[in-house]
């Protein structure tokens, strides 16, 4: 790869350094927890009972949601609910805890960027992981990205190619697993080459892939099963497409590639930053 | 010319040395400017530079307000003023500097990080503090000697020019980190000069000492400390490749065609616009293949290893192999080395001979000279079968005899995978319709044009302008245009567009058509292409919509109770269209629409109706860039994260706001203290304003206008801006020397003065592309001559407006009018550097020529406004 363009990712100033902004997790995981998804009250009051999470970060994460479900950007209940579990907070460096929920992205250091909620939930989205579809993330950044396919389902893996980001994220998610976010146990990370992909744990039903690259890379393509799709965000952030490729069985046994777009071949309205007062976008953050 | 006795200056007789102390001084403010550029386009955005360096010298326009209002001690503490502000300009330059690489900002944070405005009003803040110093030295030096105002004014002119040729030397051997050392030096001669003339023991002592502190706190302190002399950004290009583990510097050259990095890394892989299919048919992608190259810390651009055979098998998969499929043997023509992938897939592709253009000579010699880079790309340039040729490949083609029976133009800049700011506007000239039209006229009958580019911006922009382009100049080549192009793309990656001079064959349309379904790519064009027209009304009106959606609606819709529908309108929940999902992409859709009306008609309807301007490149317009219409302009502001690659151009409309609104701050402040009382005796005040308004504006247009103009010729950005600033400013200045002998008689040579420049710049906005395209085909040192004549004749007429009124200023004693003069001059020369690229990417840039034609034109009546005396 080229180098680290602008990826999808997360956190706080060093190596494991948690943000303190949460408790001990007091229930133990498990995949079949739904939290409530419709009423903020209750959501916030479970999360703080279930998670030991901070009511402050509950209230922006709620409202975030909404947008977020208003948007579109997640469709099944089980993507609410990976949103929703995921404490994006403990992803962003501590200068940038207030603005944990904007829409839009923000520095992590390293020249990378942790994107926003929405366009990691559209992408997460569009790849539809299963429970048990092993997933590839190429470019971990500040790890929110996989933390947030963690909730989906048991089998992640994920390579950033800058060493000393890897190995801050890499203490993130032991420090959550340690405070009791046990599912980040199916995180598997590692500091290396993306674009060779991760062949000996293939192949793969999903692959995320949030850096710069002037072409799709073939290991990677091979990597994923057929009938697997990948996504790739192409762009400046804030005005990246994502790029959506499919590996299919033709009818002649070949295989095939096809590349689109992921909102089904529709122009649709692109949306600015939104800002977001109680429940309601009122506005952007340019006015 | 004499002075009636009472005007001759008393206190002050400037001799020589003091002569070239402000030559030297005016030389440090511009080298220092230059210099600041440098470190921006270095570390961070180049366009971040432009803006800073534009409203720092809002300085000049600042110290003149002030001095205005307070002249009379000036008047009386000149000495002291211009002493004191001569011995802090060096430690506040290097001071400033070293502050503001403190507080770097990022570009891209700009719009959704509060805190990034105040990052950049700090380093606008920091960077203003030097020129202060450098405009109070130089405003009392006007002062005081404004009675021989044409010779200071010659002294500042001609030091300003020569110093930046001394500047443009200096690139070549000092890195940009420490460029600053360059008005360091000037600086301090300036300042021995000026004190050794006074006799000023003093002042020579804290001269020195201020030097000492100056290196100090360039040199050793960043050393002892380690905060960097200029902080280069985390999302600069070079910032991502010294990050990988294995990274090595292999070589590095700076030089007035920029800072050259070349890193070597395992962790580089190029393939650009690879088709994804090169997974399935191929065992394996070379490794190590490439070198990254990078140009003032953008790119990287890949320098291609020289590969054995088997392992060139992923040619085959890159878009730039299209005309070798058709062609067997063929004599080829490269438009741009660049790291010499499209040179090293040509012989692959079986060329008997490739010459290959470069038009940046840094490059050239990189490949050429350097061992290391020699050994790797196998000598690439000195194979038999390749001649380089040290020129842009445009100007080359326009000129040669010879024919080819390929010529390509493939992704000639590097992947452009990221940009700390936005995309520059730069020109483009060898995608111009003329450059077209010169490469399909270098075609063998029969021979292709191939052109790549980059295709990853939805909606789609740079292709459309490209489709454009490339059929019209085909239009002018003769033949029937519907016959002779084909044109392929891949969603999110490249587009191809091949042109055969004489047509296709219908066995090689089938051909073509056939490697493209191979590849997965999408067909665009290919003669008797059938497009269903249907699509167009929806298209378009859909890709409009996409950026000028309601916002009002979508909050309508958002703050809408849960339940009801929510914004998007019918989006489909995404990951659950397959399907629904129409087997044609939009954009490919939009490219074969474009491709028919292009050449069966009905192209300027369509593209009137499209979201972003897709006009032509010419010559006179060599654009990729404003693709936001200026009607559109007030509708983008709440929704400036989706242009994000069009920062640039909206940010030359930002400065120019910044500038317009401090121009008129700068001239009011003087009003709001002085109308009554320090200009109440003076008569006409608003024609003198309107006057060097007038001056400011139309110098500065002409002089930045013509950089842009020039590179036609020139090739290369930082040599014509070189040129210009050199030619402009010395011939002006000797202009302004030569003025000084028609000074009493200014009433009657003026307006003929005036004429002549009005009447050169709407000559020169008319013909300049034609004369500096015949200028581009001689060999450099005539061309550099050739140039040189070319801007002696209004540049030495223009040297003549500003000290003549000036002088009368003097002469008349309108004293604070003089010193505020100097200031409407300076701040008008603001507006008008930052009016430049907004005219240029309009209107085209003979437009720019034609308004400062308009502003001399209006400095005529103004000028009898100066003239009128103060009432006895």
Same mark, same amino acid.
């Given at each position: 790869?080229?180098?680290?363009?602008?990826?999808?990712?997360?956190?706080?100033?060093?190596?494991?350094?948690?943000?303190?902004?949460?408790?001990?997790?007091?229930?133990?995981?498990?995949?079949?927890?739904?939290?409530?998804?419709?009423?903020?009250?209750?959501?916030?009051?479970?999360?703080?009972?279930?998670?030991?999470?901070?009511?402050?970060?509950?209230?922006?994460?709620?409202?975030?949601?909404?947008?977020?479900?208003?948007?579109?950007?997640?469709?099944?209940?089980?993507?609410?609910?990976?949103?929703?579990?995921?404490?994006?907070?403990?992803?962003?460096?501590?200068?940038?805890?207030?603005?944990?929920?904007?829409?839009?992205?923000?520095?992590?250091?390293? !020249?990378?960027?942790?994107?926003?909620?929405?366009?990691?939930?559209?992408?997460?989205?569009?790849?539809?992981?299963?429970?048990?579809?092993?997933?590839?993330?190429?470019?971990?950044?500040?790890?929110?990205?996989?933390?947030?396919?963690?909730?989906?389902?048991?089998?992640?893996?994920?390579?950033?190619?800058?060493?000393?980001?890897?190995?801050?994220?890499? !203490?993130?998610?032991?420090?959550?697993?340690?405070?009791?976010?046990?599912?980040?146990?199916?995180?598997?990370?590692?500091?290396?080459?993306?674009?060779?992909?991760?062949?000996?744990?293939?192949?793969?039903?999903?692959?995320?892939?949030?850096?710069?690259?002037?072409h799709v890379p073939p290991p990677l393509l091979q990597q994923l099963t057929t009938g697997g799709v990948m996504v790739i965000p192409v762009g400046p952030?804030?005005?990246?497409?994502?790029?959506?490729?499919?590996?299919?069985?033709?009818?002649?046994?070949?295989?095939?590639?096809?590349?689109?777009?992921?909102? !089904? !071949?529709?122009?649709?309205?692109?949306?600015?930053?939104?800002?977001?007062?109680?429940?309601?976008?009122?506005?952007?953050?340019?006015? | 010319?004499?002075?009636?006795?009472?005007?001759?200056?008393?206190?002050?007789?400037?001799?020589?040395?003091?002569?070239?102390? +402000?030559?030297?001084?005016?030389?440090? +403010?511009?080298?220092?400017?230059?210099?600041?550029?440098?470190?921006?386009?270095?570390?961070?955005?180049?366009?971040?530079?432009?803006?800073?360096?534009?409203?720092?010298?809002?300085?000049?326009?600042?110290?003149?307000?002030?001095?205005?209002?307070?002249?009379?001690?000036?008047?009386?503490?000149?000495?002291?003023?211009?002493?004191?502000?001569?011995?802090?300009?060096?430690?506040?330059?290097?001071?400033?500097?070293?502050?503001?690489?403190?507080?770097?900002?990022?570009? @891209?944070?700009?719009?959704?990080?509060?805190?990034?405005?105040?990052?950049?009003?700090?380093?606008?803040?920091?960077?203003?503090?030097?020129?202060?110093?450098?405009?109070?030295?130089?405003?009392?030096?006007?002062?005081?000697?404004?009675?021989?105002?044409?010779?200071?004014?010659?002294?500042?002119?001609?030091?300003?020019?020569?110093?930046?040729?001394?500047?443009?030397?200096?690139?070549? $051997?000092?890195?940009?980190?420490?460029?600053? +050392?360059?008005?360091?030096?000037?600086?301090?001669?300036?300042?021995?000069?000026?004190?050794?003339?006074?006799?000023?023991?003093?002042?020579?002592?804290?001269?020195?000492?201020?030097?000492?502190?100056?290196?100090?706190?360039?040199?050793?302190?960043? &050393?002892?400390?380690?905060?960097?002399?200029?902080?280069?950004?985390?999302?600069?290009?070079?910032?991502?490749?010294?990050?990988?583990?294995?990274?090595?510097?292999?070589?590095?050259?700076?030089?007035?065609?920029?800072?050259?990095?070349? %890193?070597?890394?395992?962790?580089?892989?190029?393939?650009?616009?690879?088709?994804?299919?090169?997974?399935?048919?191929?065992?394996?992608?070379?490794?190590?293949?490439?070198?990254?190259?990078?140009?003032?810390?953008?790119?990287?651009?890949?320098?291609?290893?020289?590969?054995?055979?088997?392992?060139?098998?992923?040619?085959?998969?890159?878009?730039?192999?299209?005309?070798?499929?058709?062609?067997?043997?063929?004599?080829?023509?490269?438009?741009?080395?660049?790291?010499?992938?499209?040179?090293?897939?040509?012989?692959?592709?079986? =060329?008997?001979?490739?010459?290959?253009?470069?038009?940046?000579?840094?490059?050239?010699?990189?490949?050429?000279?350097?061992?290391?880079?020699?050994?790797?790309?196998?000598?690439?340039?000195?194979?038999?079968? $390749?001649?380089?040729?040290?020129?842009?490949?445009?100007?080359?083609?326009?000129?040669?005899?010879?024919?080819?029976?390929?010529?390509?133009?493939?992704?000639?800049?590097? &992947?452009?995978?990221?940009?700390?700011?936005?995309?520059? @506007?730069?020109?483009?000239?060898?995608?111009?319709?003329?450059?077209?039209?010169?490469?399909?006229?270098?075609?063998?009958?029969?021979?292709?044009?191939?052109?790549?580019?980059?295709?990853?911006?939805?909606?789609?922009?740079?292709?459309?302008?490209?489709?454009?382009?490339?059929?019209?100049?085909?239009?002018?080549?003769?033949?029937?245009?519907?016959?002779?192009?084909?044109?392929?793309?891949?969603?999110?990656?490249?587009?191809?567009?091949?042109?055969?001079?004489?047509?296709?064959?219908?066995?090689?349309?089938?051909?073509?058509?056939?490697?493209?379904? &191979?590849?997965?790519?999408?067909?665009? %064009?290919?003669?008797?292409?059938?497009?269903?027209?249907?699509?167009a009304k929806a298209t378009l009106e859909n890709y409009r919509n996409q950026i000028f959606f309601d916002m009002a609606a979508l909050r309508k819709d958002?703050?809408?109770?849960?339940?009801?529908?929510?914004?998007?309108?019918?989006?489909?929940?995404?990951?659950?269209?397959?399907?629904?999902?129409?087997?044609?992409?939009?954009?490919?859709?939009?490219?074969?629409?474009?491709?028919?009306?292009?050449?069966?008609?009905?192209?300027?309807?369509?593209?009137?109706?499209?979201?972003?301007?897709?006009?032509?490149?010419?010559?006179?317009?060599?654009?990729?860039?404003?693709?936001?219409?200026?009607?559109?302009?007030?509708?983008?502001?709440?929704?400036?994260?989706?242009?994000?690659?069009?920062?640039?151009?909206?940010? @030359?409309?930002?400065?120019?706001?910044?500038?317009?609104?401090?121009?008129?701050?700068? +001239?009011?402040?003087?009003?709001?203290?002085?109308?009554?009382?320090?200009?109440?005796?003076?008569?006409?005040?608003?024609?003198?304003?309107?006057?060097?308004?007038?001056?400011?504006?139309?110098?500065?247009?002409?002089?930045?206008?013509?950089?842009?103009?020039?590179?036609?010729?020139?090739?290369?950005?930082?040599?014509?801006?070189?040129?210009?600033?050199?030619?402009?400013?010395?011939?002006?200045?000797?202009?302004?020397?030569?003025?000084?002998?028609?000074?009493?008689?200014?009433?009657?040579?003026?307006? $003929?003065?005036?004429?002549?420049?009005?009447?050169?710049?709407?000559?020169?906005?008319?013909?300049?592309?034609?004369?500096?395209?015949?200028?581009?085909?001689?060999?450099?040192?005539?061309?550099?001559?050739?140039?040189?004549?070319?801007?002696?004749?209004?540049?030495?007429?223009?040297?003549?407006?500003?000290?003549?009124?000036?002088?009368?200023?003097?002469?008349?004693?309108?004293?604070?009018?003089?010193?505020?003069?100097?200031?409407?001059?300076?701040?008008?020369?603001?507006?008008?550097?930052?009016?430049?690229?907004?005219?240029?990417?309009?209107?085209?840039?003979?437009?720019?020529?034609?308004?400062?034609?308009?502003?001399?034109?209006?400095?005529?009546?103004?000028?009898? =406004?100066?003239?009128?005396?103060?009432?006895?």
């Open positions: 790869m080229k180098r680290r363009d602008f990826m999808v990712g997360a956190l706080a100033a060093s190596a494991g350094a948690a943000t303190g902004a949460s408790a001990k997790v007091s229930t133990p995981y498990d995949f079949n927890t739904m939290p409530p998804l419709d009423d903020r009250e209750a959501f916030i009051e479970w999360a703080k009972t279930n998670r030991g999470e901070d009511e402050r970060f509950l209230s922006e994460r709620w409202s975030r949601y909404r947008a977020v479900v208003a948007n579109k950007d997640v469709a099944t209940d089980r993507d609410k609910r990976a949103f929703l579990m995921t404490p994006r907070e403990e992803f962003v460096l501590k200068k940038n805890l207030r603005r944990a929920y904007d829409h839009a992205f923000l520095d992590i250091d390293y !020249g990378v960027t942790i994107s926003g909620p929405h366009i990691v939930s559209r992408m997460t989205t569009v790849i539809d992981v299963k429970q048990g579809d092993k997933v590839l993330e190429i470019g971990t950044g500040s790890g929110y990205q996989s933390a947030y396919l963690a909730n989906l389902t048991d089998k992640v893996w994920t390579i950033e190619i800058i060493k000393p980001l890897a190995e801050r994220t890499r !203490g993130i998610y032991d420090a959550l697993i340690a405070k009791g976010y046990t599912e980040y146990k199916a995180i598997a990370s590692r500091a290396s080459d993306g674009y060779y992909g991760w062949e000996e744990a293939g192949p793969f039903d999903k692959i995320i892939v949030t850096c710069g690259i002037d952030p804030g005005a990246q497409r994502v790029l959506k490729v499919r590996k299919e069985e033709a009818p002649d046994k070949s295989i095939q590639v096809t590349r689109s777009d992921i909102y !089904g !071949g529709r122009i649709v309205p692109f949306v600015p930053f939104t800002k977001l007062e109680g429940d309601a976008i009122k506005g952007t953050h340019n006015k | 010319m004499t002075l009636p006795a009472r005007l001759v200056p008393t206190e002050m007789r400037l001799d020589l040395p003091l002569y070239f102390a +402000v030559a030297l001084l005016a030389g440090a +403010v511009i080298a220092l400017q230059i210099g600041i550029m440098r470190v921006f386009s270095v570390g961070n955005w180049a366009h971040f530079g432009s803006l800073v360096v534009s409203l720092a010298m809002l300085g000049f326009g600042l110290t003149s307000a002030a001095m205005c209002v307070t002249t009379a001690w000036f008047e009386r503490h000149w000495k002291g003023a211009a002493g004191l502000s001569l011995l802090l300009f060096g430690p506040l330059a290097v001071g400033s500097n070293l502050l503001a690489q403190q507080v770097p900002f990022n570009a @891209i944070f700009l719009v959704s990080d509060p805190s990034q405005k105040w990052r950049l009003a700090a380093n606008f803040l920091l960077y203003l503090i030097p020129f202060l110093a450098g405009a109070v030295f130089l405003g009392t030096m006007f002062l005081k000697a404004r009675e021989a105002f044409p010779k200071v004014y010659f002294a500042d002119l001609a030091g300003s020019g020569l110093c930046g040729l001394v500047f443009l030397g200096a690139m070549y $051997v000092v890195l940009p980190a420490n460029l600053i +050392v360059v008005p360091l030096g000037l600086w301090f001669l300036a300042g021995l000069l000026w004190f050794a003339s006074l006799r000023s023991l003093s002042f020579l002592a804290g001269l020195v000492a201020a030097a000492i502190l100056s290196l100090g706190l360039h040199f050793a302190l960043p &050393a002892k400390t380690g905060i960097p002399t200029l902080a280069t950004s985390d999302y600069k290009g070079v910032a991502y490749a010294r990050k990988f583990p294995d990274a090595a510097r292999v070589y590095q050259a700076a030089s007035p065609f920029g800072l050259i990095e070349v %890193y070597s890394s395992s962790y580089l892989h190029f393939a650009p616009g690879l088709s994804d299919n090169a997974a399935f048919n191929l065992k394996k992608m070379p490794s190590n293949a490439y070198l990254g190259m990078y140009i003032d810390g953008d790119g990287p651009i890949g320098i291609i290893r020289k590969l054995p055979a088997d392992e060139t098998a992923y040619f085959r998969f890159l878009p730039m192999i299209y005309p070798y499929l058709l062609k067997e043997a063929p004599e080829t023509f490269v438009v741009q080395l660049g790291g010499g992938i499209s040179t090293s897939v040509a012989l692959a592709g079986g =060329s008997t001979s490739v010459t290959v253009a470069e038009g940046n000579p840094a490059i050239l010699s990189a490949l050429r000279d350097d061992r290391f880079l020699r050994d790797f790309t196998g000598d690439l340039l000195r194979d038999p079968r $390749v001649s380089a040729v040290d020129q842009d490949g445009r100007l080359f083609l326009a000129r040669t005899d010879r024919r080819y029976d390929v010529i390509d133009l493939s992704l000639a800049d590097s &992947a452009g995978l990221s940009n700390p700011g936005g995309f520059a @506007i730069v020109e483009k000239f060898g995608y111009t319709r003329e450059a077209m039209a010169a490469y399909m006229r270098a075609l063998k009958d029969g021979g292709i044009l191939s052109v790549t580019l980059w295709n990853k911006e939805e909606p789609p922009k740079s292709v459309l302008k490209l489709y454009a382009t490339m059929a019209e100049a085909a239009k002018e080549a003769g033949g029937d245009p519907a016959k002779s192009f084909f044109a392929a793309s891949s969603y999110l990656s490249t587009t191809t567009v091949l042109y055969k001079s004489g047509g296709f064959t219908p066995d090689e349309i089938e051909k073509l058509r056939a490697h493209t379904k &191979a590849m997965s790519f999408d067909v665009l %064009y290919h003669p008797g292409f059938e497009v269903d027209e249907g699509a958002a703050a809408a109770p849960e339940g009801e529908p929510p914004p998007g309108g019918d989006l489909p929940p995404p990951g659950v269209e397959s399907d629904a999902e129409p087997t044609v992409l939009p954009s490919v859709t939009l490219g074969r629409l474009a491709w028919k009306r292009l050449l069966t008609g009905g192209w300027d309807e369509f593209s009137r109706g499209y979201v972003f301007d897709s006009r032509v490149l010419t010559n006179d317009r060599p654009y990729f860039a404003a693709y936001v219409r200026p009607a559109d302009l007030p509708r983008v502001t709440d929704r400036l994260e989706l242009l994000q690659d069009e920062w640039g151009y909206l940010l @030359i409309w930002a400065t120019f706001g910044v500038a317009c609104l401090a121009a008129l701050a700068l +001239v009011l402040l003087p009003v709001a203290f002085g109308w009554r009382t320090i200009f109440s005796r003076q008569r006409g005040k608003a024609g003198t304003i309107t006057y060097f308004a007038c001056l400011g504006l139309g110098y500065i247009v002409v002089e930045v206008g013509l950089i842009s103009n020039f590179v036609l010729a020139l090739s290369n950005a930082t040599v014509s801006a070189s040129v210009l600033i050199t030619g402009m400013l010395v011939f002006s200045g000797f202009g302004s020397f030569v003025s000084e002998r028609f000074i009493p008689r200014a009433r009657t040579t003026m307006p $003929v003065v005036f004429a002549a420049i009005v009447a050169l710049l709407v000559a020169y906005a008319l013909a300049l592309p034609l004369v500096l395209d015949a200028i581009g085909a001689l060999p450099y040192g005539l061309r550099l001559l050739a140039c040189f004549a070319l801007i002696f004749p209004p540049a030495f007429l223009m040297g003549f407006p500003m000290p003549t009124a000036m002088s009368w200023l003097a002469r008349l004693e309108k004293e604070s009018m003089f010193v505020w003069a100097w200031g409407i001059n300076g701040s008008f020369s603001v507006v008008g550097a930052a009016l430049v690229p907004i005219l240029a990417t309009s209107f085209g840039m003979g437009s720019v020529l034609l308004v400062a034609a308009c502003a001399y034109l209006i400095a005529v009546p103004a000028f009898f =406004s100066v003239l009128k005396p103060k009432p006895a």
